[in-house]
């Protein structure tokens, strides 16, 4: 007897409704009442957690930061020293208390350099989490144990493994959890999936995911320097292994190190190809196969600078995700192709793109500010539109890439399972964690 395909949804709404709390447990988990306003920790004071402290402050009727945290007292992020915006802890508090102050709703902000610390107030309710990757499972298993919910920028986590932790975790603890892949709170990247799984693109054939170039050469200074006054660089390496202290490696280019991050492979993965395998309804690929990724003759940085990885899906859909690509989000069948990238769709059909047309009566889940669905769903419990599993599925053809283009081969992988097929070295390096002593314990 044929066993029957299992979609994206069937096995992800298992998922949810694992994650969603019944009604008699509702009320301890969700510490705030109708009228409260929700209290939440930032760990993570950089440019990106900016961009979400700025998003919190626009909501700060549903919610308030209470505390913040970052290792860094203080930094221009790659810029020289007192030039632009300056970030880290103390520009951090001082610019969640001066936007509070403004709006007459001024509220103290504590700070710390350790995010356990922060994790362990009771009185906070979620956390955010903005750091570099080799942080996101640490801080996010840290915080869900703690009984706290989740707002966590993508990549999910730097590990295939830890992914799986990560998903598994927040489905044990009845969290809520939303992923920092805000392209599905934009109505283009909305009707790009409801038009694919309307019909009007007929059956589906080719997947082009196209995302930028890694790093080359260095992008900044690489001459090994003194470790900055009020940054606490072996706590900001933390489990990642403790390489020599160099801009070039430190804010913003940090993710061209493996140690760190996955390149600008999977700094990017978790915005398109999240957005492809939301259109398709899937779990992932049935091969994936590295093809000529070039890597940077410097030693900086390990991570590649161009990269094609294909992959082939249930029914027969072949997908790249490449640097050869145009950038953005492709998709192909038979009766038609849109392009969606940000701020811009296209089809075949331009009727297809105009916000007034009715894609038909299948509907993808619709936010529009995705830092409000994630408070939303604190209140009610439901899955936000990113969560957990989702992110990390989306993100399992970058580490797959990783494995074949080191093992020189084409996996073959069961993503219902997550295994590769006949393959356990394959499936040993997805295991690994690379976790710096104490950390590893």
């Known amino acids: 007897m044929r066993t029957p395909k299992l979609s994206r949804r069937t096995v992800l ?10 009604l008699g447990q509702q009320a301890a988990k969700n510490k705030t009442q109708a009228n409260d306003r929700i209290q939440v920790g930032v760990i993570g004071l950089g440019s990106r957690g900016y961009n979400l402290v700025d998003a919190l402050i626009r909501h700060r009727d549903k919610a308030r930061i209470i505390a913040v945290c970052d290792v860094d007292q203080k930094h221009y992020r790659d810029r020289p020293w007192g030039t632009g915006n300056s970030f880290g802890l103390l520009p951090g508090q001082q610019r969640i208390e001066a936007a509070y102050d403004k709006a007459g709703t001024g509220t103290k902000v504590d700070p710390y350099s350790d995010f356990r610390e922060l994790i362990d107030r009771d009185d906070i309710d979620a956390v ?7 942080w996101h499972a640490f801080c996010t298993l840290q915080a869900i144990k703690a009984g706290k919910d989740v707002y966590c920028e993508k990549p999910v986590t730097h590990w295939f493994s830890e992914g799986q932790q990560v998903y598994r975790e927040v489905a044990k603890q009845q969290a809520v959890f939303q ?10 990247f909305r009707r790009a999936v409801e038009l694919v799984r309307n019909g009007h693109l007929g059956q589906m054939t080719k997947v082009e995911v196209g995302l930028p170039r890694g ?5 900044g200074d690489a001459s090994l320097a003194k470790i900055p006054d009020g940054l606490d660089y072996d706590l900001w390496c933390g489990p990642a292994t403790k390489l020599p202290y160099m801009r070039a490696r430190h804010h913003r280019w940090w993710r061209g190190h493996s140690a760190f991050g996955g390149g600008v492979l999977m700094d990017w993965i978790g915005h398109h190809n999240d957005i492809a395998h ?10 994936v196969e590295a093809e000529q990724w070039i890597f940077p003759t410097t030693e900086i940085y390990d991570t ?7 992959s082939r899906y249930e029914g027969g859909v072949e997908s790249t995700i490449s640097t050869r690509n145009q950038a953005g989000l492709k998709l192909t069948g038979t009766d038609g192709w849109l392009r969606v990238n940000r ?12 916000q007034t047309f009715e894609p038909g009566s299948e509907r993808a889940y619709r936010s529009d500010d995705h830092m409000a669905n994630f408070l939303d769903c604190l209140r009610t419990r439901k899955p936000c539109i990113a969560p957990a599993e989702t992110a990390h599925r989306s993100i399992t053809p970058g580490h797959l890439g990783y494995v074949s283009q080191k093992l020189g ?7 219902a399972r997550e295994v590769v097929l006949n393959d356990q070295r394959a499936n040993d390096l997805l295991a690994a964690q690379k976790y710096r002593s104490p950390w590893n314990a």
């Open 179 to 188: 992923t920092g892949s805000q392209q599905r709170s934009d109505w283009r």
């Open 304 to 310: 590649p600078e161009q990269y094609t990885i294909r």
């Open 13 to 22: 709404a298992s998922s949810a409704l694992l994650a969603a709390p019944a």
């Open 343 to 354: 701020g811009k769709l296209q089809t075949s059909d331009p009727r297809w793109a105009k």
């Open 128 to 134: 955010v989490i903005a750091t570099p990757d080799h």
């Open 409 to 415: 081969r084409k996996l073959t992988w069961d993503p």
């Open 215 to 219: 790093y080359d050469k260095p992008q």
């Open 278 to 287: 939301w259109a398709l309804d899937t779990l992932g690929p049935i091969e």
